[in-house]
């Protein structure tokens, strides 16, 4: 899942080229950081927000790495949302 979720972005920022600096930089350096299976933006392009699969133990330093890095490169704080998926759709 973690690979589509690359594949994806890489879509949005080549095929479509709806992706931005900042979002190509948040998912390359996602990506380096331990615990990340996966990373992509979200929402309209051009800014916005990316979407990480980050593994449970992991997320407290990945939030960490990624705010360092992000506020080293744009002198900005990004805001990190945890969020956790729901079931999905099933029966009514």
Known sequence: MG???????????????VSCGELDFLVDTALTIDGVY??????????GCTVNMVDKAA?????AAITARYQERY??????????????????
């Open 59 to 63: 997320i407290p330093s990945f939030i």
């Open 38 to 47: 996966g990373a992509r933006m979200t929402g309209g392009g051009f800014g």
């Open 3 to 17: 690979q589509l979720f690359v594949e994806s972005h890489r879509s949005l920022q080549h095929d479509y080229e």
């Open 75 to 92: 002198n900005l704080t990004p805001t990190v949302i945890r969020c956790v998926p729901s079931p999905g759709a099933g029966p009514v």
